[in-house]
């Protein structure tokens, strides 16, 4: 379909908005390196009696994934978001209702967020359970500023008789973190900046080719207009577009960008798959392509969406089933594969839907269930194709039900260098990241999630003995370690700006069954172990239950895979316990967790 928006205009008939934000001399960080650090998930609602509302499910993005328990002042439930300062540290939280601080403490004159009967019905009361809305906020960083941050946030409109429920307003929060002795403080509050009719698949932002402002997009309900705003330290300014073939249905969804910028999905089940080209620069879209998903899906309520850290591939979450399209394919609906169908597992015991996806920082993509469920899968190599992306399904059990999951850009995207747009002196300085998989035995591959446009790799593993092969240049390498025991390996990253390294510890052990932890029918090993335990004998067990000291349970997952991975478990003793399929247990092991 025709692109009505050929320019983007300094005046638009009625339709501009321009806003001017509160200034800052202070000069922030461009380049943020850990604002999505830390996800914080709330317990649901449909929780577990004793389970207190206002704790959180706390997944730590840092070396390797951390899972710990925080309380906090809100409760989190489907609105969810939250802003780590450059180290990773938890600043902001909300949840559509109310603002939370560092401190675990509510932010000064940031109840009532999102007015309305919504709020009244789930933000107030004797048991709030937070806002009801899904990829409704946005946190930002005013750019050029140190201490304000901006909350984008979408209302629902909401009546009982008759039945109506639409997102109607687009309202943005303002708070300086500085203020009230660095409890902070909200200095405007519910600014509308676009009263419409606007879509379930909520907002998304990414940066400007400057590596500086930033564009924030969000969609009309049931048409092909699209509203985009330049976020900038003067104001923010407002654009319409109207482009591709239109949204017909009230499905829940999701619109994102490719980690680049350089692409727009919008998906849901029943209005299917919507790409467009972004122009970084302008704020155009162009060259919309409408991919129909002919299935059974078209009846179900709600979906996401989730790009691969490179881009190569994007995967769509339909609550029956999950897909991978191939962005880079000439023709992008011919490259569809089903990755995953929906299974029963009693770690999922109101459901298994494949609903709501999220790109981590380790790049991996984590996929949980609606409705709150305590299961949560993951997509380990999002990277590759068809099943080698190694969908793992109930990868955690969590100890109750929860909701969600946050909703972030990428902070890790700077300026397209040499571009019309490229004035403000800011360079692509790489950072390193990378993962690592063990493939059995001595193996492990190698994945880098670098950014900035690094254009050289350089890896060290850290294991001299074998020669050569102890140094890559490969983007995402293999290396087969000469013994067990930990390596430190380290990545070195650079392109014409210069360079960064990231190094980390990396054991590696051997599966023999030469040293089973205990005699008897069922053996589990290695033990210890500095993360993946592995067992024999438990031939009839359908699940694996790993508990704490305390008798909390750390992890439950189907034995199908014959491994778990206690990576991101603490230091210490475990209790690993086995059941067949009806409940009986069948066996316990002590598995000691080492670094």
Known sequence: MRNTASA??????????????????????????????????????????????????????????????????????????????SIGEILLISNSCNIENKNGNIVENSDSLNPGLV??????????????????????????????????????????????????????????????NGEGIVLEKNTIILEDTLSSDGICAVRHANGRDWWILTTRRKSNMYFT???????????????????????????????????????????????????????????????????????DLTGSAAFSADGHFLYCAEMERLLQFDMWAPDLASSKKIIAERKSNPACPNGSSLAYLELAPDGRIYLTPAGGQRCMHRISRPELQDTLCEFEAFYYSLDAPFSSLPHFPNFRLGPIDGSACDTLGI??????????????????????????????????FGDPSTGANNYSTEKHPSHTFSAPGGYDVCLTVSNTYGSDTKCKTVWVNTVSTAVPAESGSLKVFPNPTTGELRWEGAENAATVRVYNLLGQLQLEQSTTLQHVDLSHLPVGLYSVQFYAEDGALVGVRKVTRVP
């Open 427 to 460: 360079n692509n300085l790489p950072l390193a990241g990378w993962r690592y998989d063990r493939t059995g035995g001595l193996g492990v591959d190698f994945t880098s999630v670098s950014w900035y446009e690094p254009t050289a790799w350089a890896w060290e």
């Open 119 to 180: 709020y009244d019905q789930f933000c107030t009361g004797d048991e709030p359970i937070g806002y009801r809305s899904t990829t409704n906020m946005l946190l930002l960083q005013q750019p050029d500023s140190a201490h304000l941050y901006y909350l984008f946030h979408t209302s629902l409109y909401f009546t009982i008789s008759p039945l109506v429920a639409y997102r109607d307003k687009l309202r943005y929060t303002v708070v300086d973190i500085t203020k009230n």
């Open 8 to 85: 983007i205009y300094p005046i638009m008939k009625s339709r501009i908005v321009i806003i001017i934000l509160i200034s800052s001399s202070t000069f922030a960080s461009l380049f943020g390196q850990k604002e999505d650090n830390n996800w914080i998930l709330g317990y649901s609602q449909f929780g577990i009696p004793g389970i207190n509302e206002i704790m959180r499910i706390n997944f730590n993005f840092s070396d390797s994934l951390k899972i710990t328990h925080l309380e906090g002042a809100i409760p989190l439930t489907l609105s969810n978001v939250s802003m780590c300062d």
């Open 229 to 299: 705003y330049l976020f900038t330290p003067e104001g923010l300014t407002m654009f319409e577009q109207t482009i591709g073939v239109p949204t017909w249905s009230e499905a829940g969804g999701e619109i994102l960008f490719s980690p680049d910028g350089n692409k727009l999905a919008r998906f849901n089940p029943r209005d299917d798959l919507r790409v467009f080209d972004f122009d970084r620069c302008t704020g155009l879209l162009s060259n919309p392509v409408h991919v129909p998903v002919i299935d059974d899906a078209d009846e």
